[in-house]
């Protein structure tokens, strides 16, 4: 046994957004949950495997665990600019501002400076899985790959693909971005790291032709499943220019379907303007949406109807989309979901239920897993999954929050998502292999 704490857990399962669990014990072989269980029951565990009792660390009063936290959709690439440059709408912001940020990626030692940076801040803000954009450079996009190797996050990386309708020092030929996407493919294989996969990563279909397009659907069926990620209805303007870039197909959801790219591990980001079919589509194909409010607010994009999406049942992960984003935290994201819903609760009818804070911290942790589809590894606490968590500390001497002492379990979570931050997250576990113990890595 490596590890056994005793305390407070709290993570989501398909029945409940929230589930608590107070003095219970967890015990982790080998990476991996081998029980989740109450005193009692603990007692016979230990005695039947022989447990050392004197290893179990106890949780002191204010320290829980939860699941480490996944970011779906996050472009690591534009990391420098998070924090600025939120002034203009999707297009120009990208012509004016991201293209020209991402063509600098081309020099491997400006990337791996920001790669550095970006893939230290998500793990110290508790991201123990993110989907990565890198750009069009195939080293660079290596890159990053080889730093959450080094690093121990748990990783899908994509080598970004773009040939059409973009700056002229920032886009590739058909050819080389397939052959470039291929080499990515191979390097990442050869890292020999489970925690980190190659993603087939078109930009979106206004950047991509049709052979493009296709071309990438075949190499992800080829490797055997390989994840996709994109953008789709994130903005109107967005929405109706690729409509007139592909008349022949009467939705943005049946186009990228059309070249294979809809698939059971296709993580689409934004699905602000969906129309009934586009769900429709979604659902038939397990395609899963990646939930971006703190870009969809900042970019003016729109407000996703969250309640609507769920309803639709469609798998729904959280996404900071760095830097239409402003936050590499996931907490963030939490915080401006609920923001955003009850914003949008404001001009519905009383029957609306906004999603709560629960649901949203689902979707954070056991929902991305699922849009991911690593629901088997990781998402929550349950046996067998490898643990990925998150020790929070709210008694911290620098806690940015107070506590009174007779807070509540929720309450607890919930002041940790609202006033918590990094300073709160004491430790950072990825398949059982700490990285962090109080904002130092121990790698
Ligand atoms: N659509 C295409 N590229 C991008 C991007 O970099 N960020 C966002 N938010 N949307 C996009
Ligand atoms: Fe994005």
New binding site residues.
């Given amino acids: 046994m490596d590890i056994i704490f005793f305390g407070t857990f709290m993570h989501s399962t398909k029945e409940h957004s929230l589930q608590i669990l107070e003095n219970h014990y967890i015990g982790i072989n080998d990476g991996q949950i081998q029980f989740l269980t109450d005193k009692e029951d603990f007692e016979r565990l230990a005695a039947k495997f022989s447990y050392n009792l004197q290893s179990v660390r106890h949780l002191k009063p204010g320290q829980f665990l939860i699941p480490g936290l996944v970011d779906t959709h996050i472009?690591a690439s534009?990391y420098p600019n998070a924090g600025s440059k939120m002034d203009l709408p999707?297009l120009d912001w990208?012509e004016k501002y991201?293209f020209p940020l991402e063509a600098k990626f081309s020099d491997l030692e400006f990337a791996e400076k920001c790669y550095r940076k970006v893939v230290a801040r998500t793990l110290k803000n508790g991201t123990t899985t993110a989907c990565y954009?890198a750009t069009i450079h195939p080293e660079s996009s290596l890159k990053l790959g080889e730093i959450c190797d080094e690093y121990g996050q748990r990783a899908y990386i994509g080598k970004v693909s773009m040939d059409i309708s973009s700056h002229s020092n920032y886009t590739e030929t058909t050819e080389k971005s397939i052959r470039d996407t291929r080499w990515f493919i191979e390097s990442i294989k050869k890292l020999n790291n489970p925690l980190v996969t190659p993603c087939i990563t078109p930009?979106?279909a206004?950047?991509c032709s049709p052979s493009l397009l296709r071309a990438l659907g075949n190499i992800a069926k080829e490797y055997g499943g390989l994840p996709i990620q994109t953008?789709i209805n994130?903005t109107v303007r967005?929405r109706e220019s690729v409509l007139k870039l592909f008349p022949k197909h009467d939705s943005y959801a049946h186009i990228y379907e059309s070249f294979g790219l809809l698939t059971n591990k296709t993580v689409m980001?934004?699905c602000v303007y969906m129309n009934d079919c586009e769900f429709d589509t979604f659902k038939e194909t397990e395609a899963g949406i990646s939930h971006?409010p703190t870009?969809n607010t900042m970019?003016q994009?729109g407000i996703m109807d969250l309640r609507k999406s769920l309803d639709k049942g469609v798998k729904i992960g959280l996404g900071t989309?760095i830097s239409?984003g402003y936050s590499a935290s996931v907490q963030a994201a939490i915080r401006d979901g609920v923001g955003a819903s009850k914003t949008l609760g404001m001009d519905k009818s009383k029957s609306y239920k906004p999603v709560d804070f629960k649901e949203l911290f689902r979707l954070a942790t056991l929902g991305g897993s699922k849009v991911l589809g690593l629901d088997d590894k990781i998402g929550n606490f349950k046996v067998g999954k490898e643990f990925d968590a998150l020790l929070i500390d709210l008694t911290v001497t620098d806690s940015p929050c107070d506590i009174f002492g007779d807070e509540i379990s929720e309450d607890l979570l919930q002041k940790f998502i609202f006033l918590g931050d990094d300073r709160n997250i004491v430790e950072v576990y990825v398949k059982g292999q700490q990285r962090l113990q109080n904002n130092n890595f121990l790698c």
């Fill in positions: 472009h534009q999707l990208l991201t954009f930009r979106f206004v950047n953008h994130e967005e980001a934004h971006c870009s970019l994009s989309d239409g």
